[in-house]
């Protein structure tokens, strides 16, 4: 991780830290739902669609789910400036030199605490919007049953330092919440470029250098039985919203950590709501694993590039030294232990 | 393979050089649309893009036994015994202009690449290509083209190439891929290549770069389903002087033709990390 860091994301970060330095409450972009915002007139490209092109940032302090004790959809203004505030100051925290702890990067140091990092103001309590509680809805038996065999097979294989397979996908650089899809913020280097041509968008995410190509030509499905860690995703234009549909998942994706299946339907929407605000608004319909659908939205913030080339698998080192270190503590756990044990 | 062009003394680099060219010749004859190293201006003229550029968008692959070795190379057994002949060498005509001009020191290291090709070629560890090996290898690329950028997209371990047409600068940063500048000479996309680090590989075959690789390309649409692909690598840590590859690159013509996922990470864990799982018997 720290070679990851070191690679692309001190870089990144940093180019974007200087810039993005600026209070967040001045550059918030106000919830959608409260009233009198004059509407936006979108820039257009030539062939009449909404320009979404450039670098965007999805960083968020929001959670997936309303925190407990939370009954309300919004916070105030002056809440949100507190807690980002508060939380950035327990981020920027430095760790004591000599100390286990400061063996990890630090996130400040290097330019990657959410603080320094463009981040559109968010007032929501929760980031999904629907149910309305702000909570996933409630799993059917058959989502119950499937997660359950999951953790059951994750037990079967062992501790996580048994084996590089049994690392979540972002250790071994397969995956990342970056690159969902659906796309959700990470700790750091939350940045994405948007390019446009006839017929294609591309998504462009840093984490993993992972390119999503959205034809939006009306190019049919893949057939189901070809499956993809990151589906496959068809795009539209609906009116100015960019609507894209993906499908066709593994079991090996993300978004498995909330619980959804590889039959998964995800309908992303894409609107421009202001210069530098993008808003983005994904809807998660998985019958087998949740009793109905369910949405969340994040604004993604204007941002500055170049997106950097993160080769995370290749600059692995932390894998190879965590497997490495289990062998190595296994190993002085055996010579201490008499033989016989 | 390849080595017998380290053998080759000074005097017989001229005949090699003829024979390449003859053989070169001989397979553009052969292509239904060969790729000439400067197409002919007006020879063709691609439709244009919205901002009036040559429109090179696409899906498109290279066919050509170059991935094994970019030098002429005779067929050969496979490096895996176990693979027999679908993993053998298929035989190539290269696709380089005359023999690789290394330095005696590089070329030692070459030849050592190649008899420890197993352990050390970065394909067999799904490790990013570089380039211009990305544009060779038996995997179809797209290019997403727009005024500012236009990327380059590989199926292979999901590699980008971000051409950057107007905001030109000075690497950044090291990187597998390298940083590429690019602008318009007619028909020709020209992209200069800098910002590379010294691990990726152009082929199967052992033959490498150093960091301070610097590679020009231009591509050039010859017809409607065809570009003409030909790059500069300059490498003075590592070549005596400048060489070239040109090969002609095919349009994927199916109605459907699209890049496939192929993340190849989880491929290669075993081989990667397999040492170092926890053994099974207690």
Redesign the interface.
């Known amino acids: 991780m720290l070679r990851r860091l070191l690679?692309?994301t001190a870089?990144a970060g940093f180019a974007v830290a200087i810039v993005h330095i600026a209070p967040l409450a001045a550059q918030g972009q106000a919830a959608r739902g409260s009233a009198g915002a004059p509407a936006y007139k979108v820039p257009r490209?030539?062939?009449g669609h909404p320009d979404f092109?450039g670098f965007w940032n999805n960083t968020t302090y929001t959670p997936l789910e309303r925190p407990k004790g939370i009954d309300r959809e919004f916070f105030t203004k002056e809440e949100v400036v507190e807690q980002m505030k508060r939380a950035a100051a327990e981020e920027g925290e430095q760790t004591t030199p000599g100390t286990i702890a400061d063996v990890h990067y630090d996130f400040t140091q290097f330019g990657l605490d959410r603080s320094q990092a463009p981040v559109a103001l968010n007032l929501r309590t929760s980031l999904i919007v629907d149910p309305a509680d702000g909570h996933l809805p409630p799993m059917t038996e058959e989502g119950k049953r499937l997660n359950a065999a999951r953790a059951e097979a994750r037990k079967r294989a062992?501790?996580i330092?048994?084996?590089?397979?049994n690392q979540p996908l972002s250790v071994?650089?397969?995956?990342m919440d970056r690159d969902g899809p659906p796309m959700l913020a990470g700790a750091y280097n939350n940045n994405y470029?948007i390019?446009?041509?006839?017929d294609?968008v591309?998504i462009?995410v840093e984490m993993?250098?992972?390119?999503r190509?959205i034809?939006t030509n009306g190019?049919?499905a893949?057939p189901a039985s070809?499956r993809?860690?990151?589906g496959s995703s068809r795009g539209r234009w609906d009116g100015d919203t960019l609507v894209i549909e993906t499908t066709n998942f593994t079991d090996?994706f993300m978004f498995a950590a909330q619980g959804a299946s590889a039959d998964m339907k995800l309908t992303e929407r894409f609107t421009r709501t202001s210069d530098d605000t993008l808003m983005y608004r994904f809807t998660v319909d998985d019958p087998k694993v949740w009793t109905r659908p369910w949405s969340a939205e994040v604004p993604w913030k204007k941002s500055i590039?170049?997106?950097?080339?993160h080769?995370c698998?290749?600059g692995n080192y932390s894998?190879?030294n965590l497997?490495?270190g289990?062998?190595e503590d296994?190993k002085r756990a055996r010579e201490k232990k008499p033989a016989s044990n | 393979m390849g080595d017998w062009l380290g053998r080759a003394s000074t005097t017989a680099v001229g005949v090699i050089a003829a024979i390449l060219l003859t053989a070169s010749a001989g397979a553009q004859t052969r292509a239904a649309q060969p790729a000439s190293p400067q197409p002919r201006s007006g020879a063709y003229r691609a439709p244009r893009?919205?901002?009036g550029k040559p429109n090179l968008?696409g899906i498109y692959q290279a066919i050509t036994e170059a991935y094994w070795d970019i030098e002429p190379h005779s067929a050969a057994p496979g490096p895996v015994q176990e693979l027999g002949a679908s993993f053998a060498t298929a035989g190539g005509l290269g696709i380089t202009d005359g023999p690789l001009p290394y330095k005696p020191e590089a070329l030692a290291k070459k030849k050592e690449n190649y008899a420890n090709r197993i352990k050390l070629d970065?394909e067999i560890?799904?490790?990013?290509p570089g380039t211009p090996r990305g544009m060779y290898m038996p995997y179809p690329f797209?290019i997403?083209?727009?005024p500012?950028?236009i990327?380059i997209?590989s199926s292979y371990a999901?590699?980008?190439r971000?051409i950057?047409m107007t905001?030109h600068k000075e690497a950044?940063?090291d990187?597998?891929?390298g940083w590429s500048n690019g602008h318009w000479e007619g028909e020709t996309l020209v992209i200069d290549t800098t910002g590379f680090n010294d691990?990726s590989w152009f082929d199967r075959a052992g033959n490498f770069h150093s960091d301070q690789l610097h590679v020009v390309e231009r591509i050039t649409a010859t017809d409607a389903d065809h570009l003409s692909y030909e790059a500069t690598i300059e490498d003075p840590q590592t070549f005596t002087r400048p060489w070239k590859i040109a090969l002609p690159i095919y349009r994927r013509l199916e109605k459907?033709a699209?890049?496939?996922?192929f993340?190849c990470?989880?491929f290669v864990?075993?081989l990667?990390?397999g040492q170092?799982?926890?053994p099974s018997s207690n």
């Open positions: 690679v692309a870089l490209l030539p062939d092109q062992g501790a330092t048994d084996a590089a397979q071994r650089c397969i995956l470029q390019v446009q041509a006839p294609t591309m462009l993993l250098h992972s390119p190509i034809p190019r049919p893949l070809i993809q860690i990151e090996m590039g170049p997106i950097f080339e080769a698998h290749e894998l190879t497997l490495r289990a062998r296994e | 893009t919205a901002d968008s970065p560890k799904c490790y990013l797209q997403i083209q727009t500012a950028y990327m997209v999901r590699a980008v971000t950057y905001d950044p940063a990187s597998w891929m691990l459907n699209q890049l496939l996922e993340n990470i989880p864990e075993d990667i990390y170092l799982r926890k």
